[in-house]
């Protein structure tokens, strides 16, 4: 089967002794439910029981019962799950933890660290005091149940404060990243109409002060919905400041009452408005609800990642990715503690993450491959005596693994004995469509299979079933769940034409995916990326893949360029490993990696290297800057890179 030769061996065999420790063989013997095949028969073939059933399990707290699973009766694309009911993510999060024993008031629910190493604790009580002065400052500031507000923050644990606030009273909370620029801000405020934003004055980063609070004034000026901006003082640093809508935390938090009912909400109610990447065209802004983000969260925390009481969970992220909250909202349900990093992965050395993990005792990691793929270059020594035998699973998302890359990190962080729970959905549905269990063996780059509750399927163009085959196909959802996006903020013909216009009544998720002989299941990057080779299409990242096979070969992207013989030829950008020369014998040995896994006509017209490419910091390489660079168009928006030096590296590759 094309693309999965190199991944066919099993290499994670959990033990018996692991297996029978987690939650989700907890939930399978409570069911009888007798192995994994079962198991993904009975959760993702009959959802409606699945759903309903997780509410009690998961002890999801509902200030009023819900009259029925869900109403689908306008179709999977409008279903509206637990009618009737009435909840408050906050309630679930952090009101009852903080309302219960004294020792669950003070366990703490979020540690945090600084990049010039100093460290915060909030404990759930706290957490709950300053989300009640967030709600009263709201409500102080005309904020009512279905308005939204921004927050443009640094990583502090303030953020949390801000979200679960938001949902207390009812607001839509509308998280940006702190690495956006003017453009990227002004876009998600006009959209949102966001009369209140929340900043800071900045955060630390590679030794550095970033500034926030001068970007958010630029946006703020080419919008005319922001009345209020509160001001979280990071740095104490000397920033602009315009008394007619600035206020500071501490003058507009701070002296708040720390008493506030929590608002009782029906089911559907709007809590998060999470803004896709914009990677290509305006960003979409995907609505989500109380009971569906939820729901969907804990669910992924519990049984994908095994959360247990002294869990100490780590994904690296900001507020303004799915992650951030994702996260927070997952695991604060269990009254867990998180683990929040401010500043960047390899500062003041490669070291920080390792030091970090064995210094705290996380139990869970989560990163991107693309973020693995850096720090393997700079090699084996930087892990080399840390302990992280603390580390019980690890996590990815955002993106294809290459084989070497996923070994690594299996290897060297999980020492061979925390499975990589590989997770991929998006935001659109605030989870995961594929997302191992882990009490699954696994192979290299595999994603193991459906989530929990989630029927998915590979189809082909017609819309047929292709699963079974082996074959690569389209990945989509043949019917909802409770996270899934009500609509698109702008409207339901934007969402309707990005997701369920290919095939009837299916959720086109934009994937390639491919199921092998042993049940694997795989991703090969974004169907509409595809390079049309010859009449042939193939997946950017399987190019890639397939470069990053070769030993010299550390981090790849390739691209389309016009041809006058193959209609698109493809080129690719090689950063090589730090032993390995450039010379063009390894040029050609790449191109004929290339064409050996995928075929002749996709050998690359043109190997370049550089040394580092464009990423977003939460990993993924912006491919569209390295095709727009080396097509001498317009880059387009690139506020979201972390690493604007590399676009120099683009234009004089090697």
Known sequence: MEGLEEVDEVVHEPS?????????????????????????????????????????????????????????SDGPQFTDWYPGGELNIAHNVVDRH?????????????????????IRELTYHELHRQSNKVANALEERGVDTGDTVSLYMPMVPE???????????????????????????????????????????????????ITLKETADEAIEETDCVEHCIVYSRLDADIPWDSSQDEWWTDAVEPQ???????????????????????????KGIVHTHAGVLTQCAKEIHFGFDQKPGDRFFWVSDIGW??????????????????????????????RFWRMIDRHGITQFGISPTAIRALRKHGDDWVEGYDLSSLRLLGSTGEPWDTESWQWFYENVGREEAPIINIS?????????????????????????????????IVDEDGESIADTGERGYLVARDSCPSMTKSL??????????????????WNHGDWAQKDDDGFWFLHGRSDDALNVAGRKVGPAEVEGAVVDHDAANQAAAVGAPDDTKGTAVVVYVVLEDD???????????????????????????????????????GKIIRRAVEATYKGEDLGDLSSIENPSALEELEQAR
């Open 16 to 72: 018996r002794e692991f297996v029978e420790s987690t939650n989700v063989y907890r939930f399978m013997q409570e069911h009888g439910i007798d192995d994994y095949d079962e198991l993904i028969d009975r959760t993702c073939g009959d959802v409606d029981w699945f759903w309903d059933e997780i509410v009690d399990y998961l002890d999801v707290e509902f200030y009023e019962p819900y009259a029925a699973v869900r109403d689908d």
């Open 98 to 118: 903080a309302g219960v024993t004294e020792e669950r008031r003070n366990k703490v629910a979020c540690i945090w660290e600084a990049e010039d190493g100093e």
């Open 159 to 209: 953020v949390i404060s801000i979200l679960y606030g938001c949902f207390k009273v009812g607001a839509v909370a509308v998280p940006i990243f702190s690495g956006f620029a003017t453009d990227a801000v002004v876009t998600r405020l006009e959209d949102a109409e966001s009369s209140v934003l929340f900043t800071g004055d900045g955060f630390q980063r590679r030794g550095g002060e």
């Open 257 to 283: 009452s720390d008493e506030y009912e929590t608002k009782s909400l029906p089911s559907d109610q709007e809590s998060m408005l999470l803004y896709s990447s914009g990677t290509t065209g305006k960003p």
């Open 322 to 351: 799915m992650m951030g909250p994702w996260t927070l909202i997952g695991n604060h349900h269990f009254g867990g503690t998180i683990f929040m990093y401010e500043g960047a992965p390899d500062h003041p050395e490669p070291d």
């Open 425 to 457: 959905g998006g935001t659109e549905i605030c989870g995961c469509f594929l997302m191992p269990m882990p009490t699954q063996p696994l192979k290299p780059c595999t994603l193991g299979g459906p989530g929990l509750g989630m029927d998915i399927d």
């Open 489 to 506: 903020w702008s409207g339901d013909e934007r969402y309707l034409e990005e997701y369920w216009s290919k095939w009837p009544d299916m």
């Open 580 to 618: 390995a020369e450039e010379s063009d014998e390894v040029r050609e040995e790449l191109r004929q990696q290339v064409g050996e896994e995928l075929g002749k006509p996709f050998r690359p017209r043109e190997v370049l290297f550089v040394d580092e490419l464009p990423f977003t910091q939460s």
